[in-house]
């Protein structure tokens, strides 16, 4: 009786044994989620989309400031041009005492 009842203690113990022994480990690192993959990906898209909108961004900035410095200098050319030109009074080359 007692070896029955060792037996019945025994034979489910290997067989448990058995059956974890054979079946297939899992994986260290889990499964990457797509969803997180995902985000991850879009984040990187819009990281690079910011940096070409804050160079364009730049870009614009320059352009304007030209247009700018050339709108004035255009203004004050005109402004030359359309005034008459003023006779300067000349002075003698030689000296009065």
């Known amino acids: 009786m007692r070896h029955a009842v060792r037996l019945l203690i025994v034979v489910p113990l290997f067989f448990s044994y058995l059956l974890v022994s054979c079946a ?50 255009i203004k004050k ?4 041009r359309s005034k008459p030109r003023q006779k300067k009074k000349r002075r003698s080359k030689t000296k009065r005492r």
């Open 24 to 73: 297939p480990m899992e994986p260290s690192h889990p499964q990457p989620d797509p969803t997180q993959e995902q985000i991850s990906l879009l984040q990187k898209q819009l990281l690079e989309m910011q940096k070409v909108q804050n160079d364009t961004r730049s870009k614009l900035d320059e352009i304007l400031n030209s247009m700018s410095a050339l709108s004035a200098r």
């Open 77 to 80: 050319l005109e402004g030359k």
